[in-house]
């Protein structure tokens, strides 16, 4: 078994909470899509690994960048543990704090928001 198939393997589920919110304490109101093996999509696995999601930090951007608030929360749990990567105004933190890392986080989210039920036909 290859380093990829592994790391592919070791997902278990995979969480996207997304949407806009007025203020923190309705970020459990927002649409939600969860993926349990195996049937999580290819293409969100291989952006997961592209980009190297274990390696990003679990917090960007700043729900006072913007109102209504644009809040993620995506959860991937794994055999070993989870992650979780929060990102508040991620639109706003494209354009300022457009790093590396930024995009990649924002490649992640993307990935799994295009399959929520909502997004359908949208890129």
Same mark, same amino acid.
């Given at each position: #078994?290859? $380093? %990829?198939?592994? $790391?592919?393997?070791?997902? @278990?589920?995979?969480? !996207?909470?997304?949407?806009? /919110?007025?203020? !923190?304490?309705?970020?459990?109101?927002?649409?939600?899509?969860?993926?349990?093996?195996?049937?999580?999509?290819?293409?969100? !696995?291989?952006? *997961? =690994?592209?980009?190297? %999601?274990?390696? &990003?930090?679990?917090? %960007?951007?700043?729900? +006072?960048?913007?109102?209504?608030?644009?809040?993620? =929360? =995506?959860? /991937?749990? @794994?055999? @070993?543990? +989870? /992650? +979780? &990567?929060?990102?508040?105004?991620? $639109?706003? *933190? =494209?354009?300022?704090?457009?790093?590396?890392? @930024?995009?990649? $986080?924002?490649?992640?989210?993307?990935?799994?928001?295009?399959? #929520?039920?909502?997004?359908?036909?949208?890129?």
């Amino acid at each position: #078994m290859t $380093a %990829y198939n592994r $790391a592919i393997s070791d997902i @278990t589920k995979i969480i !996207l909470r997304s949407g806009f /919110i007025n203020d !923190l304490t309705e970020c459990n109101s927002c649409p939600e899509i969860i993926f349990s093996a195996p049937d999580i999509p290819a293409d969100i !696995l291989k952006q *997961l =690994l592209q980009d190297d %999601y274990v390696s &990003l930090k679990s917090s %960007y951007g700043n729900p +006072s960048w913007g109102e209504p608030i644009q809040y993620d =929360l =995506l959860q /991937i749990e @794994t055999g @070993t543990g +989870s /992650i +979780s &990567l929060e990102i508040f105004n991620r $639109a706003i *933190l =494209l354009f300022t704090r457009n790093s590396e890392e @930024t995009r990649r $986080a924002h490649r992640v989210v993307h990935a799994v928001e295009k399959h #929520m039920p909502h997004r359908q036909g949208k890129s």
